[in-house]
């Protein structure tokens, strides 16, 4: 298996504009989670799923921020309009179960995002 | 509010010497601390785990303590290797939910 696998790896964008962070999750996940990494806050947990459905947003910054999992093998988030304070760097991670199940969480390789 | 902390942002040992790092969180509802580790572009990988039933864990050079009174947990490296050098995050979850909690991470670099 190929891990998660997140796109784009880089992305650089102009304060205003649309940006659209992508995953695909380990085939066979049931859970996805996206996080966002900062120096000064760490690994943030943004918005888990569980089967595809949303089960807690409530690490979403705010309504800029949106993210959604059509299907069992794709998710997105995306930020309208993007800001400078959103640049960090973006991790996408599945698991089979979750961590109430013990199940342990694979992430991506993120994407490193800046907003100018 | 930060419910889980590392208060160091770095760390250098010895290679061959312990390296000890340490996370201290708040929420006594905690029940299940784990390890990642990250290298430089790379997403974060599972290192170890313990329950809070247990007190200490070990895995090959890798242990993890945990003393619950304290709330405080650290992570043990015997003997350290250069390429233990890397980003160590603590995590948490509460019982019954999926949700981790990390810290910020602590920086550990190993020198000859």
């Known amino acids: 298996d190929a891990g998660v696998i997140q796109s784009p790896r880089h992305e650089v964008t102009e304060m205003g504009q649309e940006v659209t962070l992508r995953c695909k999750p380990i085939?066979?996940?049931?859970?996805l989670f996206w996080y966002r990494q900062t120096m000064m806050r760490g690994l943030e947990l943004l918005i888990y799923?569980?089967?595809?459905?949303?089960?807690?947003d409530s690490g979403m910054p705010e309504d800029r921020f949106s993210a959604k999992m059509p299907n069992a093998s794709f998710s997105t988030l995306k930020i309208q309009p993007s800001e400078p304070r959103d640049s960090a760097v973006y991790f996408c991670a599945s698991s089979l179960g979750g961590a109430s199940s013990g199940d342990e969480q694979f992430f991506g390789p993120g994407t490193r995002l800046t907003v100018l | 509010d930060q419910q889980v902390k590392q208060n160091s942002p770095s760390l250098r040992v010895q290679e061959g010497r312990i390296s000890i790092l340490n996370c201290d969180y708040t929420?006594?509802?905690?029940?299940?601390f784990l390890w990642y580790k990250k290298y430089p572009a790379e997403g974060p990988t599972f290192l170890i785990s313990?329950?809070?039933?247990?007190d200490k864990n070990e895995d090959g050079r890798f242990t993890v303590f945990l003393n619950k009174s304290a709330k405080h947990l650290s992570l043990h490296i015997v003997p350290s290797q250069p390429g233990d050098s890397a980003v160590y995050f603590c995590?948490?979850?509460?019982?019954?939910?999926?949700?981790?909690?990390f810290g910020t991470g602590t920086r550990l670099q190993v020198f000859p």
């Open positions: 085939s066979g996940h049931n859970s």
């Open positions: 313990i329950s809070s039933i247990k």
């Open positions: 799923f569980n089967n595809n459905v949303p089960i807690d």
């Open positions: 929420n006594s509802m905690f029940d299940y």
């Open positions: 995590a948490a979850s509460e019982y019954n939910t999926d949700k981790l909690i």
